[in-house]
């Protein structure tokens, strides 16, 4: 019942409220608490107390919370940046190393140019021609550099071919593996002497050795310069399989020393095919 | 005269006769309070609004003359002026017995609210002895049967 009074019924212990409440604050203000402070300022501390450390701690964590997304943008700002420094410094190590290998093959293609006694020139591989039935390459010498058809085309680790045609810039070399290709070879070892011819991705083929010939695998194909093209003793290859053919000859594979998949750098002999010309083989 | 201007001569009179009292009677002025007289005197005869006035003003007017705590006397009288303005309103308190309970029953009241007082302020509560407070009562008591016939032949 006293809850449905209205307001002027409750008006007087509005007023009591309201004077006593009035009084305290103006006793609070006047009484000194053992700290010193007033009791009005003792109770508003103690009253603001959670106000101000949530206050406090919203603006703590409103600020960590900015400090964090502004830390995030710059580390992302700085990781993008450093990302793409990183970017730049692995195309550089990655053409430092390129060019490292590029020097090491340089390094050993001069010293296969000194080595030879045949004046030679360096080129480099533009192409692989790899249809199923011609192996060849390209280089970037040609005529004008002296290049000739028949110049032999060497690697330090041994024959790649020689040239079959010769343009202003550019030569075409038919590959040590083409099908129709054949260099004289000779057996180091035991001297055996046969024909080399391509078989494509399968190696190459030593022909017309005798059947009472001693090859092993593992024997070592040198040029012997009998088809007046290649020099003598310019590495060809590694026997890799012998068996017994027909017509009283071995039947000889021969595992190129010569990567020819991996072709970059090559020598061209400038001097014409002569027989007299001799090799330090490479192995 | 208007209520308001009566108002304000019954404090000046009760706080003349209270300064009176604690110079010149100090021991009279132990036992009687006379602006907790005048409080009643409205509570019994006012309505509840003129009494918290009353009080308030009383109370504020003792504690500038008493140097006391401001408010401390204006909060006890503010209070028992309520408290026994609305028992005013349940019971008959225009004859002098009643009116004598009345006084006396505020009287203890208004020290247990002091002391009360002092406690939420962190002070040292110091409740009267019970002589002292009887005292007080009965002096209360008689000045106000005293006070308040003469309020009547007054009005």
């Known amino acids: 019942m006293a809850m449905n009074k209205s307001f002027p019924e409750r008006r007087p212990l509005f007023l009591l409220v309201l004077i006593l409440s009035s009084l305290l604050v103006l006793m609070s203000y006047q009484v000194r608490t053992r700290r010193g402070n007033t009791l009005l300022e003792d109770s508003l501390l103690n009253a603001s107390a959670p106000l101000v450390k949530g206050a406090s701690g919203s603006v703590g964590f409103v600020t960590g919370f900015w400090r964090g997304y502004v830390d995030l943008r710059g580390a992302r700002k700085e990781n993008r940046t450093l990302r793409s420094e990183m970017g730049a410094f692995e195309e550089l190590g990655r053409r430092g190393e390129e060019y490292r290998r590029e020097n090491l093959r340089l390094r050993d293609l001069l010293d296969l140019k000194a080595s030879l006694e045949t004046p030679s020139l360096a080129a480099e591989v533009l192409a692989l021609g790899t249809s199923s039935q011609a192996r060849t390459a390209l280089i970037n010498r040609g005529s004008k550099d002296g290049v000739r058809r028949d110049m032999p085309v060497v690697s330090r680790k041994g024959v790649v071919g020689r040239v079959i045609s010769a343009g202003a810039g550019i030569s075409k070399v038919q590959l040590l593996i083409d099908p129709n290709s054949g260099v004289a070879g000779l057996l180091q070892r035991t001297r055996g002497q046969g024909m080399v011819v391509g078989l494509g991705d399968r190696g190459c083929r030593m022909e017309y050795v005798s059947e009472l010939e001693d090859v092993e695998v593992g024997d070592v194909v040198v040029t012997s310069s009998l088809d007046r093209i290649y020099p003598k003793g310019v590495t060809v290859g590694v026997v890799s399989s012998v068996t017994e053919g027909d017509q009283l000859t071995k039947n000889i594979l021969i595992r190129p020393e010569v990567d020819f998949r991996h072709l970059e750098e090559v020598l061209v002999l400038l001097k014409g095919p002569d027989p007299a010309a001799t090799l330090e083989p490479s192995r | ?155």
């Open chain 2, 1 to 155: 005269m208007i209520p308001f201007w009566r108002g304000i001569l019954a404090l000046l009179v009760a706080a003349g006769g209270q300064l009176l009292l604690s110079r010149y009677l100090p021991a009279a002025a132990r036992t009687v309070d006379l602006y907790t007289v005048l409080v009643l005197y409205y509570a019994v005869t006012r309505r509840r609004v003129a009494v918290m006035v009353m009080g308030t003003a009383a109370g504020l007017t003792e504690d500038l003359l008493a140097g006391t705590v401001l408010g401390v006397n204006a909060f006890k009288k503010t209070l028992v002026g309520y408290v026994m303005g609305t028992l005013g309103t349940y019971f008959m308190l225009n004859q002098p017995l009643p009116r004598f309970g009345v006084l006396f029953l505020a009287t203890i009241l208004e020290a247990l609210t002091g002391a009360g007082l002092a406690l939420v302020l962190g002070q040292h509560a110091v409740l009267p002895s019970m002589g002292d407070l009887v005292r007080l009562g009965m002096g209360n008591g008689v000045a106000g049967i005293i006070a308040y016939w003469m309020a009547s032949k007054m009005e």
